[in-house]
């Protein structure tokens, strides 16, 4: 069993509030690698606004934008 079964399983035994807010805690200190610059041709205009590439942010485990 891998370590992330391991703490899947654990946040599913916790009550789902609880596990969202200690799975935020850890993604605030996951060690993640910095993302590459963005390819210039990927470049668009939406609404007139510039954008550096067509690639939103959508509604997920982050909801409040905290890690």
């Known amino acids: 069993?891998?370590?992330?079964?391991?703490?899947?399983?654990?946040l599913r035994a916790l009550d789902p509030e609880t596990a969202?807010?200690?799975a935020i805690r850890a993604l605030r200190f996951?060690?993640?690698p910095a993302p590459p610059?963005?390819?210039?041709?990927?470049?668009?205009?939406?609404?007139?606004?510039?954008?550096s590439?067509?690639?939103?942010l959508a509604a997920g485990?982050?909801?409040?934008g905290e890690a």
């Open 37 to 51: 610059a963005d390819d210039p041709v990927l470049a668009t205009n939406l609404a007139g606004l510039s954008l």
């Open 61 to 64: 485990l982050d909801k409040n």
């Open 1 to 10: 069993m891998a370590l992330t079964d391991l703490g899947a399983g654990l």
């Open 20 to 22: 969202h807010g200690l």
């Open 30 to 32: 996951a060690p993640l």
């Open 53 to 56: 590439n067509p690639v939103g």
